[in-house]
């Protein structure tokens, strides 16, 4: 594998029940990103950790709840969500350290919440 | 504070045309600039950046984007459009050279290619 790779690629989730999204970099970077991606609507940056320390949360909902074990995996865990949270998200890495700060993505996990 | 404009939500060209992708940007510190491509139900994919060298920047597939301080401009172009640049592109900018990034990225402009 190279790159960003997420898992699963595609969810359907009722409003009541817990998944979970997957997020895997394989470049050695430091810092990973979770946005959500609404039609019609610019890209929200969701959470931000830097070397496993989350650094920023953009008032995101409780309902969910990240996770970051360790530089190389990132959870986004999901529950209670309504159908309004129904978006394509998507995982981001950054070296996190000296470099022009570009951020590389994965291809998304598309969400329906029904 | 930062932030992006891309000037028009879609733009559409006839195959072999110019293709001319608007970004206008505002940062309180010399900015680093960066253009990405989205496919369909993919992610983005870095096109290419500007990082305070060179104002003539050059990307994959084509592409190149022009620095002007004085407009606060990074347009995106590409001389003669192939269908296969059909895609959203989106402009960011990040005032951080070191430690974690924060992009702030426009709204997307949607390019259709006619044949």
Known sequence: ETGVTQTPRHLVMGMTNKKSLKCEQHLGHNAMYWYKQSAKKPLELMFVYNFKEQTENNSVPSRFSPECPNSSHLFLHLHTLQPEDSALYLCASSPGTSGSGEQYFGPGTRLTVT | AQSVTQLGSHVSVSEGAL?????????????????????????????????????????????????????????????????????????????????????????GTMLLVSP
């Open chain 2, 19 to 107: 293709v001319l992708l608007r970004c206008n940007y505002s940062s309180s510190v010399p900015p680093y600039l960066f253009w990405y491509v989205q496919y369909p139900n993919q992610g983005l994919q870095l096109l290419l950046k500007y990082t305070s060298a060179a104002t003539l920047v050059k990307g994959i597939n084509g592409f190149e984007a022009e620095f002007k301080k004085s407009e606060t401009s990074f347009h995106l172009t590409k001389p003669s459009a192939h269908m296969s640049d059909a895609a959203e592109y989106f402009c960011a900018v990040s005032d951080r050279a070191s430690g974690y990034s924060t992009l702030t990225f426009g709204k």
